[in-house]
C-alpha cells in the first residue's frame, strides 16, 4: 500500500512542533487547551507511522544477516513473521490519515418511523427500536425516549430517541435508510408472508456550538396535549411544536407534562435534524463520487431485507446476507453486520485515495 512519506513526515514535524510549544511555562491556558487538541489528534497518526517504520527497519535488518551465518535460519523465520505483519500496518497508518467525521464522536439522535404497511409496519418499526436499544446496552450506551406515537395494534408509528456513548454515531450512521421485513403477521388468517417497512434515519446530535439557530427565525405554537382518539393527557397547554421558517422543518413534542421540557427536547430534536441538513449540503458540494460510498444516507434508500421465513437478513449494500435473524433482531447480532458496513466504507475511502 502507498503511504505518502512526505505528508507522513509533515506530521511529525507538525507534531513535535506542537509538543515543543506546549512546553512553553508562558502559554497561556486557552492556547494550550487547543494545542492539546491539535497534538492529540495527530499523535494515532504519528504512533502508527513509528510502528510501521520500526517493522520495516526491522525487517531490513534481518535481510542483511549473509546464508553463510549461523543465524541466517532464524533471522529467515523472524522475517516472515514482520513481513506478514507490515501490511496490516500499513492499512492502519493509512485508516490514520484518511479525512475524520468529525460528528463520529457525537451522540446520535435515532428517529424511526413506519412505513408502508400499516400496522405490521408500526410493528416492524417497534421490533426495530429494540434491535437498537439491546445493541446500545451490549454497548454500555445510554437510551433516552424523546417522543413516540405509538400504532393501533402495537408498536409505533414514529419513535424518536437520543443515544449517547462512546462513539455512537460512528457506529450507527449507516442504518439510515429503509429497511424492509419480509413475514407473517400474526393477523393474517391464511398464512401469507407480508412486506412492509420502516424508515430509519441517523442523525448525529448538534449541541448550541454546532449549530445557531435564530430566534426570530422560529414560530412556537403552544397546545394541549392529547392521546390516541383526541384522549387527553394532561389539562394543562404544553404540548409544543416548533417550525423552523427558512427550511420548514417542525418538530412535536407533547410526551412531558412540562411545557419547558417538551420545547427542551424539540428544540434538541430541531438542532439535530438542521445540523444533519447542514452537513449533507456540505457533503453534496465537496464529494460529487459519494455514491460510492456504503449508501448515501438518503432516506429513501432500501438498505436490508429481514426475511423471518428463511431466517435470514441481507443487506443490500455490501451484497451480505446472515443467516442469523433471531441474533440481529434481539441486538446482539447486529455489531457483526455494522462492523462489515464499516470495513467496507473504509476500503472505498481508501480506494478513492489510491
Do not use: C
Not at 220 to 248: E, K, L
Request: net charge negative; no cysteine; proline share 4%.
Amino acid at each position: 500500500m502507498l503511504i505518502p512519506a512526505d505528508r507522513i513526515a509533515q506530521i511529525e514535524r507538525r507534531h513535535a512542533d506542537l509538543a515543543a510549544q506546549m512546553g512553553n511555562p508562558d502559554l497561556p491556558a486557552d492556547r494550550f487547551v487547543q494545542l492539546s487538541k491539535d497534538y492529540a489528534e495527530l499523535t494515532p497518526v504519528v504512533e502508527a507511522a513509528a510502528g510501521l517504520r520500526a517493522l520495516r527497519e526491522e525487517a531490513e535488518s534481518l535481510r542483511a544477516i549473509p546464508a553463510g551465518d549461523e543465524m541466517h535460519e532464524m533471522a529467515q523465520e523472524e522475517l516472515a513473521s514482520i513481513e506478514a505483519k507490515i501490511p496490516a500496518a500499513e492499512r492502519a497508518l493509512a485508516l490514520k490519515l484518511l479525512p475524520t467525521d468529525k460528528a463520529d464522536a457525537k451522540p446520535a439522535m435515532l428517529e424511526i418511523r413506519a412505513g408502508t404497511g400499516g400496522d405490521e409496519a408500526a410493528l416492524f418499526a417497534g421490533d426495530l427500536y429494540r434491535m437498537y436499544e439491546r445493541y446500545a446496552a451490549t454497548r454500555g450506551w445510554r437510551v433516552e425516549l424523546v417522543s413516540a406515537s405509538q400504532g393501533e395494534m402495537g408498536g409505533f408509528k414514529e419513535i424518536i430517541a437520543s443515544v449517547t456513548g462512546d462513539s455512537v454515531f460512528a457506529r450507527l450512521k449507516f442504518e439510515s435508510g429503509v429497511h424492509r421485513v419480509q413475514r407473517v403477521p400474526a393477523t393474517e388468517t391464511q398464512g401469507r408472508i407480508h412486506t412492509s417497512a420502516a424508515t430509519v434515519a441517523v442523525l448525529p446530535e448538534a449541541e448550541e456550538v454546532d449549530i445557531q439557530i435564530d430566534d426570530k427565525d422560529l414560530r412556537i405554537d403552544i397546545f394541549r396535549s392529547s392521546g390516541p382518539g383526541g384522549q387527553s393527557v394532561n389539562t394543562t397547554d404544553s404540548a409544543v411544536r416548533i417550525v423552523h421558517i427558512p427550511t420548514g422543518l417542525m418538530v412535536q413534542q407533547q410526551d412531558e407534562k412540562s411545557q419547558h421540557k417538551n420545547k427542551a427536547k424539540a428544540m434538541k430534536v430541531l438542532r439535530s435534524r438542521l445540523y444533519d441538513l447542514e452537513r449533507s449540503k456540505v457533503d453534496q458540494a465537496r464529494s460529487a463520487d459519494r455514491k460510492a460510498m456504503v449508501g448515501s444516507g438518503d432516506r429513501s434508500e432500501r438498505i436490508r431485507t429481514y426475511n423471518f421465513p428463511q431466517g435470514r437478513v441481507t443487506d443490500h449494500r455490501i451484497n451480505l446476507t446472515l443467516h442469523r435473524l433471531p441474533e440481529i433482531i434481539e441486538g446482539s447480532g447486529l455489531e457483526e453486520l455494522l462492523t462489515a458496513l464499516i470495513a467496507e466504507d473504509e476500503a472505498a475511502r481508501l480506494a478513492a485515495l489510491a
